[in-house]
């Protein structure tokens, strides 16, 4: 029996900004409390802004998104200026903090989709060009939500540790690789690959369901507030765990799992954890 302890949670109350970590949190089915509620919509496109498309949305990643539980969400702007979720002109004001007109929504709109380009093609030309980009729907397991696939990401620190030896010295692993959940077990690096089909048992009622390893998009390469860019990032996990994280993806490179959640519960920092058999 794998066992550990919850070291971190996180949480991203708008899609593709940057989050919050939270002593504790309530998990549900449609995950931590507060994750991924809002998300900005392209009025040109339609389409729901990522900053998997970096050459358009990596300055999605100059703002910080916190609260939204029991109160409006806060968006931080590069500027330092704090904006409440319900401020009569967010969007204005959202729009001119990315470059592009843009509108603060809570529901996925039908039919709404998100680029993503290919990540090592964004390595390739650089982040100011544009490059093959595949479309898709939201919430792949979940529908009507703004998760790209299932509601819960969880990464071990031996993954993490792992992949910190081939960053440079400072360059951050959590916040690249944007985990609801960080978990210290006994195993090593990348043991969340053999996690897929067993069910983790979190605090004294969290269970959930491995579904399968993350494929990483470019996302973690793009500078993340104070975090410069960093490449390695990508390029680490692609020499060390180069996997097909679901049939007929191929192999990609994956740092931890996506879940599901099969029985809600309240979970916090130091909880136990299990991986069943």
């Known amino acids: 029996m794998i066992s550990g302890r919850v070291v971190q949670l996180r949480r991203y109350p708008?899609?593709?900004?940057?989050?919050?970590?939270?002593?504790?949190?309530?998990?549900?089915?449609?995950?931590?409390a507060g994750d991924r509620v809002l998300a900005l919509l392209d009025q040109t496109s339609?389409?729901?802004?990522?900053?998997?498309?970096?050459?358009?949305?990596r300055g999605l990643l100059t703002l910080r998104a916190t609260g939204g539980v029991t109160d409006p969400v806060r968006i931080t702007l590069p500027d330092g200026r704090h904006l409440s979720s319900e401020d009569p002109g967010i969007d204005t004001a959202l729009s001119a903090a990315v470059g592009r007109p843009v509108t603060l929504v809570d529901a996925v709109p039908p039919g709404a989709t998100l680029l993503r380009s290919h990540p090592e093609a964004v390595l390739a030309a650089g982040l100011t060009e544009e490059v093959l980009a595949d479309e898709s729907r939201l919430g792949s397991v979940l529908p009507g939500t703004f998760f790209d696939f299932a509601p819960i990401h969880l990464v071990t620190t031996a993954t993490l540790d792992r992949i910190a030896?081939?960053?440079?010295?400072?360059?951050?692993?959590?916040?690249?690789?944007?985990?609801?959940?960080?978990l210290d077990t006994d195993t090593d690096a990348f043991a969340e690959n053999d996690w897929v089909g067993r069910e983790l048992r979190v605090g004294p009622d969290l269970v959930l369901a491995v579904l399968a390893p993350t494929p990483r998009c470019a996302v973690p390469t793009l500078a993340h507030g104070p975090l410069p860019?960093?490449?390695?990032?990508?390029?680490?996990?692609a020499r060390l765990n180069r996997i097909e994280p679901l049939p007929g993806m191929g192999p990609q490179p994956c740092v931890g799992a996506y879940a599901t959640v099969l029985r809600s519960g309240r979970v916090a920092d130091g909880d136990h954890v299990t991986v069943g058999s």
């Open 14 to 32: 708008v899609k593709s900004l940057l989050g919050e970590r939270t002593s504790a949190a309530d998990i549900g089915a449609t995950g931590i």
């Open 46 to 57: 339609g389409r729901v802004a990522s900053a998997k498309q970096p050459h358009r949305w």
């Open 165 to 182: 030896g081939h960053v440079s010295p400072g360059a951050g692993t959590v916040e690249r690789y944007r985990p609801n959940l960080v």
């Open 229 to 237: 860019r960093e490449t390695e990032a990508l390029r680490a996990p």
